[in-house]
């Protein structure tokens, strides 16, 4: 493999603990992926990438930002992608999913705030992420309030551009979405230099949208009631990679490993014995390389087949029509389908409880399992809402709260034993 030791100094990066965080990333992505059996060829692709995380896509991004392109580095679903893209800049993820950047963030932030907001911190200030590293700006948004006040710090280190999301879905506050995204397109103009029209959003939308139909066609096969072609393991390292990747290699890579499991599926060949009890797993986003709770599942005789969350269905469902042909039109349009997204920021989230009841049902599940990532308000706050719907649908449910840390791996595997046994009963 390439030395990117140079690349990482030129960055700025803190080399000594960097090379850390190298050594063990790994063992711990052979431990989940490498050991699961009669994966689809097609996630060669995503192994090679998650290889060399920090080195093959950081290492395109300097060499775009050497012809003058602009990257922008975002941590919520709700930032619309096509804005940048029309303009020609270029998007990543930034959301940190690893304890190994929570201590860092623990040193700016109180220690009870989820380890999503701690860890993206700690990646940033403690200078040990190269994606951190190469954005020429943040884009921020207010959704929930560690996040926001997470921000205030961050953008004394970072140019940051916030975007003002509305915490309810009235006629009202979609508009005003849509003008806060003609707001982000003026910076996005400033930071990139680059006029944007219309024609020049019309094929940014239709590149995002492509992904999003390339992404939901993987999900669509793992509908099927009898055969399961891909682990939820491998369906999440896709999408977590998709908040990386290039939109148009992200949709060719996804379209490939979709004719591939439809292939599966005619075929019948599944990754797990039949009768694996399914589950959907819904919450909190599950930011790379956060394979937790997927790990658990799936060595405890359950296989995942759906995740209702940000690295899953929320970041393709819905696309943006695409019939408007002036600018004001389209803010519009990707305000109306931005604001489909039931994020427990909002109020009410009556949608995303019927959105979970439809999704057990289309994906055929056995269970639910709702994790919360500790110290999420929100989401914590909506999750008896979610459980007594449930039962009422006569869908079983498990809850689980958690963090990055190891410490409860073995309670959660009882637990979840427990939960996946009582659904053979
Ligand atoms: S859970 Fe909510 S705040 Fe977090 S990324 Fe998703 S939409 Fe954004
Ligand atoms: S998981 Fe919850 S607390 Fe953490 S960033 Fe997302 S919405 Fe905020």
Known sequence: M???????????????????????????????YLS???????????????????????????????????VFGTFCTYVPDEVVVACDGIVTG?????????????????ADVCPLIKASLGARLGKTCPFFRIVDQIVGETTCD??????????????MHIMEL??????????????????????VEEVTGNELTAEKLAEAIDIINNRRKALARVYETRKDP??????????????????????????????????????????????????????????????????????????????????????GTKFFTNLVDDSATTLEGQFQALAERYMKINCACFTPNEARIQEVIQLAKDYH?????????????????EAPALEDALEEAGIPVLNIETDYTDNDAEQLRTRIGAFVEMLGE
């Open 2 to 32: 390439v030395d990117r030791h140079p690349m990482w100094k030129d960055l700025g990066m803190d080399l000594e603990t960097h090379d850390q965080l190298c050594a063990v990333l790994p063992t711990a992505f052979g431990d989940v």
């Open 36 to 70: 699961q059996e009669n994966r689809p060829e097609g996630m060669a692709f995503w192994d090679m990438v998650v290889a060399d995380v920090h080195g093959i896509r950081p290492a395109e991004l300097i060499e775009e930002q050497k012809k003058g392109r602009k």
């Open 94 to 110: 930034l959301c940190g999913g690893s304890q190994f950047w929570v201590p860092e963030g623990e040193k700016h932030l109180p």
């Open 146 to 159: 560690g996040k926001k006040k997470m921000y205030e710090i961050m953008a004394k280190d970072v140019p």
């Open 166 to 187: 509305p915490h309810m879905k009235r006629d009202v506050d979609v508009a005003r979405f849509a003008q806060e995204i003609a707001l982000f397109a003026k910076n």
């Open 226 to 311: 009898d055969t399961i072609p891909i682990s939820g393991t491998d369906a999440l390292l896709m999408m977590q990679i998709a908040f990386f990747d290039d939109p148009v290699r992200c949709a060719e890579m996804a379209n490939k490993l979709a004719d591939e499991l439809e292939q599966r599926l005619v075929d019948k060949v599944s990754v797990f014995p039949a009768g694996t009890k399914r589950i959907l797993l819904t919450g909190t986003p599950l930011a790379i390389p956060n394979w937790k709770l997927h790990h658990i599942i799936e060595t405890s005789g359950a296989a995942i087949v759906c995740e209702e969350n940000c690295t």
């Open 365 to 381: 599940v056995d269970g639910v399992i709702n994790q919360n990532l500790k110290f999420c308000t929100t989401f914590k706050v």
